[in-house]
Nanobody
Framework: VELVESGGGSVQAGESLRLSCSVSGYTFALYCMGWFRQAPGKEREEVATIDEHGRTKYAHSVQGRFTISLSQDNAKNTLDLQMNSLNLEDSGMYYC?????????????????WGQGTQVTVSS
């Protein structure tokens, strides 16, 4: 299983960024995919998740500003995170991850596979 993030960068507050994660090799029909972030000195936090039914969940801090989506092409999945109205608190390293659908349902608290991360920096 391989996850590769892209799309990070430096933007000013109020601007937008779109992150993408190429997911290959994960062949389970039931899954949960998500975006997480970690700022310096803080714990990693869940940003948004999506399951095989397209059901999405968002952290309260990004609700209404971020949109997670998944596109599938044969064995390759692309997980995107559209981030609008970015603010300083959105800065951090963003990771995509994939695991069983039990994570999205709350019955499991760890994802199985992680990408290397992409940095997002928001300045005033």
């Amino acid at each position: 299983v391989e996850l590769v993030e892209s799309g990070g960068g430096s933007v000013q507050a109020g601007e937008s960024l779109r992150l993408s994660c190429s997911v290959s090799g994960y062949t389970f029909a039931l899954y949960c995919m998500g975006w997480f972030r970690q700022a310096p000195g803080k714990e990693r936090e869940e940003v948004a998740t999506i399951d095989e039914h397209g059901r999405t969940k968002y952290a309260h801090s990004v609700q209404g500003r971020f949109t997670i989506s998944l596109s599938q092409d044969n064995a390759k999945n692309t997980l995107d995170l559209q981030m609008n109205s970015l603010n300083l608190e959105d800065s951090g390293m963003y990771y995509c991850a994939v695991g069983p659908s039990m994570y999205c349902s709350g019955d499991r608290d760890v994802m199985d596979y992680w990408g290397q991360g992409t940095q997002v920096t928001v300045s005033s």
